[in-house]
């Protein structure tokens, strides 16, 4: 629209610079040149404009504002493309280098007269038609601008909220999968430190899992029995050791009484020998008397 809108304005401008430059030959054929290319931009934008546009498309249009703003330039300015024509033919038949100076009296006149006649009044409707759709589409992409930083901010939210919900989830699983490993652990831990503080073998950690936890509790389990077996045999050797050691004092307790009693009996025996002796030896010297 603004590439319409603006080759349409310089095709007026140099539609009035040619009149003015009717008597310079060499300027004339210079705007003259412009005018061509101008007029065939006009013609090229609004032959895609028609061809882009269709007034039976209505997806086409953001709105139904836009959408009458597109029909009322299709419908209401038809001979548009007419008055493109007309303003090629009017210049090249009045080039002044082809013309006397009466006659290019004559062709200003004429040319003064196509500038205000009615089919420029319809080229002032077709600009303001065209401003207008500039105006409408300009306040949509506005619209449209502000919609999409609504939703950019909307989007952002959402990605702030699922990033917090995101964390604080991460973050419940991390407390829960700790405790679901620690507790276990300690409890474990808590046994291992009751058996080796207090000696009670009787405990037994709790196997709740099948991972490496439950084979840790398994294994300690085993290692307290074992250790408690050993502990019975030991407490069964010692029994027996004093048991042994008890009947070993006896048995020498016995035999110490034994060899204190054939002591004593040893004692008498030389006792007695030795007052035999003496008497013996008494009768010896009582019978060498006599």
Not at 148 to 171: C, F, M
Request: charged letters at 25%; glycine letters at 2%; zero cysteines.
């Amino acid at each position: 629209m603004y590439q319409l809108k603006t080759s349409v304005f310089r095709v007026r401008t140099n539609q009035h610079k040619l009149i003015l430059y009717m008597d310079q030959p060499k300027r004339w054929q210079e705007q003259y040149t412009l005018l061509v290319n101008y007029v065939e931009q006009a013609r090229q934008v609004w032959f895609e404009f028609k061809t882009n546009y269709s007034i039976e498309n209505p997806t086409l249009y953001d709105s139904v504002i836009e959408q009458q703003a597109v029909h009322r330039l299709l419908q209401v300015h038809k001979g548009f493309d007419t008055y493109l024509q007309r303003t090629e033919a009017l210049f090249y038949d009045n080039n002044p280098s082809k013309l006397s100076a009466n006659d290019i009296k004559i062709a200003q006149t004429q040319l003064f007269n196509f500038m205000h006649s009615s089919s420029i009044f319809m080229i002032d409707d077709f600009l303001d038609d065209i401003t207008n759709l500039v105006e409408v589409i300009a306040e949509e992409y506005q619209q449209a601008n502000w919609e999409l930083r609504r939703a950019e901010k909307l989007r952002l939210n959402i990605i702030l909220g699922s990033l917090s919900l995101s964390i604080a989830i991460a973050t419940l699983l991390a407390i829960f999968t700790s405790r679901a490993i620690a507790r276990p652990i300690q409890t474990v831990t808590h046994i291992a430190q009751q058996v080796t503080e207090e000696s009670n073998f009787d405990l037994q950690a709790p196997v709740t899992t099948n991972d490496e936890v439950g084979i840790l509790a398994t294994s300690l389990n085993r290692l307290i029995l074992e250790v408690q077996q050993l502990i019975t045999v030991q407490n069964d050797a010692n029994e027996q050791l004093e048991v042994y050691s008890q009947v070993l004092e006896e048995k020498v307790r016995e035999r110490t009484r034994e060899l204190n009693e054939k002591n004593i009996s040893l004692k008498l025996a030389l006792e007695e020998l030795r007052s035999t002796q003496a008497q013996l030896g008494e009768t010896e010297e009582n019978g060498e008397k006599t």
